[in-house]
């Protein structure tokens, strides 16, 4: 199953497709006993997918055909005793993708000649994902992290290993000195390549970038390449040859150290915007900011849902089922938001007060 949202992924996936591109979403569940039914709601919802393709007078029936059966390889991908609280299936003639979500998505099925991808994208901007480089004298690791988790990540060389510099065990004897390996031109060397490599990566995955180690293998890191420059550096030696759990304990409190300073930028911004009479809120007031391209700054609250229907002018409340409901409308205006250009935080529930929500900085 997929995570990984890059700018190239997005733009891969938004390309038009031979009709029918066929989007299915469904909400799952990380624990028991709602996880219990995923696997018959999951069936559904793609029996409901061929059902449209059936029904469809524009699908042609090799289309049907073709769609039908990637969808079926796309269900038996899918792993959810690794679920988190949204899943999507895209398909399409020639191919299928599952993404997994770790935030909640509405039940629903969409035949386009595009796929839909606002809940991918508001999930990514949730998530908040960043990587973390763990680096040693002989070897680099390279962690993928997100809201509550790292893990290992097995992309663009890494983890780097380099076999350990063979030091003259007599001469340590006779003179009781060990030598460091970071005064080693082969470590320079090394980690040296270790930032080419996490170069290449950051410009076809950008992300916030955390590095660990012992203080000199952080300053030999630094002397050594770019890259590394600007990233938040942590001093805590022995988490490239560590677990996942060590190295999300290391980087948790300075993740939680920026999310509070995060937050209180947001609320110091949107007190401004109120002076100076730039300031929305309501899902209807910045949904119509969003399609404008007004909106500079939208601050979210992390589990904000609501259902809506347009009654014309303006999107008024509705109810889970109703007619033309838009169940996942957060999730529009997140996207529109970003499309054009604007900040999207998202803060702890309660932070907006009597925003409701969501509120917006505007451009004007």
């Given at each position: 199953?997929?995570?990984d949202?890059?700018?190239?992924?997005?733009a891969?996936?938004r390309?038009?497709?031979?009709?029918?591109?066929?989007?299915?979403?469904?909400?799952?569940?990380?624990?028991?006993?709602?996880n219990?039914?995923?696997?018959?709601?999951?069936?559904?919802?793609?029996?409901e997918?061929?059902?449209?393709?059936?029904?469809?007078?524009?699908?042609?029936?090799?289309?049907r055909?073709?769609?039908?059966?990637?969808?079926?390889?796309?269900?038996?991908?899918?792993?959810?005793?690794?679920?988190?609280?949204?899943?999507?299936?895209?398909?399409?003639?020639?191919?299928?993708?599952?993404?997994?979500?770790?935030?909640?998505v509405?039940?629903?099925v969409?035949l386009?000649?595009?796929?839909?991808?606002?809940?991918?994208?508001?999930?990514?901007?949730?998530?908040?994902?960043?990587?973390?480089?763990?680096?040693?004298?002989?070897?680099?690791?390279?962690?993928?992290g997100?809201?509550?988790?790292?893990?290992?990540?097995?992309?663009?060389?890494?983890?780097?290993?380099?076999?350990?510099p063979?030091?003259?065990?007599?001469?340590?004897?006779?003179?009781?000195?060990?030598?460091?390996?970071?005064?080693?031109?082969?470590?320079?060397?090394?980690?040296?390549?270790?930032?080419?490599?996490?170069?290449?990566l950051?410009?076809?995955?950008?992300?916030?970038?955390?590095?660990?180690?012992?203080?000199?293998?952080?300053?030999?890191l630094?002397?050594?390449?770019?890259?590394?420059?600007?990233?938040?550096?942590?001093?805590?030696?022995?988490?490239?040859?560590?677990t996942?759990?060590?190295?999300w304990?290391?980087?948790?409190?300075?993740?939680?150290?920026?999310?509070?300073?995060?937050?209180?930028?947001?609320?110091?911004?949107?007190?401004?915007?109120?002076?100076?009479?730039?300031?929305?809120?309501?899902?209807?007031e910045?949904?119509?900011?969003?399609?404008?391209?007004?909106?500079?700054?939208?601050?979210?609250?992390?589990?904000?849902?609501?259902?809506?229907?347009?009654?014309?002018d303006?999107?008024?409340?509705?109810?889970?089922?109703?007619?033309?409901?838009?169940?996942?409308?957060?999730?529009?205006?997140?996207?529109?938001?970003?499309?054009?250009?604007a900040e999207?935080?998202?803060?702890?529930?309660?932070?907006l007060?009597?925003?409701?929500?969501?509120?917006?900085?505007?451009?004007?």
């Amino acid at each position: 199953m997929e995570h990984d949202l890059s700018p190239a992924t997005l733009a891969e996936l938004r390309r038009p497709r031979p009709y029918p591109a066929v989007s299915v979403l469904t909400p799952t569940h990380r624990r028991e006993p709602l996880n219990a039914q995923d696997a018959v709601r999951l069936r559904n919802v793609v029996a409901e997918a061929k059902k449209k393709l059936e029904s469809d007078p524009a699908v042609t029936r090799d289309r049907r055909t073709d769609v039908a059966r990637q969808l079926d390889r796309a269900l038996a991908e899918v792993d959810l005793a690794h679920s988190e609280d949204g899943l999507v299936i895209f398909a399409a003639p020639g191919e299928h993708q599952v993404w997994s979500l770790a935030r909640p998505v509405p039940e629903r099925v969409v035949l386009s000649d595009t796929f839909l991808t606002r809940n991918l994208v508001s999930a990514h901007t949730a998530e908040r994902p960043f990587w973390v480089l763990s680096v040693s004298a002989d070897r680099v690791t390279l962690w993928s992290g997100g809201v509550d988790r790292v893990a290992e990540e097995r992309a663009g060389g890494f983890p780097l290993v380099r076999e350990a510099p063979n030091f003259d065990p007599e001469r340590q004897e006779q003179i009781g000195d060990q030598p460091s390996a970071f005064r080693d031109e082969g470590t320079r060397k090394f980690l040296r390549d270790a930032d080419t490599a996490l170069g290449r990566l950051l410009r076809d995955h950008p992300r916030p970038l955390y590095v660990t180690g012992e203080p000199a293998a952080l300053s030999l890191l630094c002397e050594a390449g770019s890259v590394a420059k600007d990233a938040v550096h942590i001093q805590h030696g022995g988490l490239a040859h560590g677990t996942h759990e060590a190295v999300w304990q290391a980087v948790r409190p300075v993740l939680e150290a920026e999310a509070r300073k995060n937050t209180e930028d947001v609320a110091r911004s949107l007190e401004s915007a109120r002076g100076r009479k730039e300031f929305a809120a309501g899902v209807d007031e910045l949904w119509q900011s969003a399609r404008e391209g007004r909106v500079r700054l939208l601050a979210v609250e992390e589990n904000y849902r609501i259902t809506v229907r347009d009654a014309g002018d303006h999107l008024v409340i509705a109810e889970d089922g109703d007619l033309d409901a838009r169940e996942d409308i957060v999730d529009e205006i997140v996207e529109q938001c970003l499309q054009t250009g604007a900040e999207v935080r998202f803060v702890p529930d309660g932070t907006l007060g009597d925003a409701d929500g969501m509120a917006g900085v505007l451009r004007y």
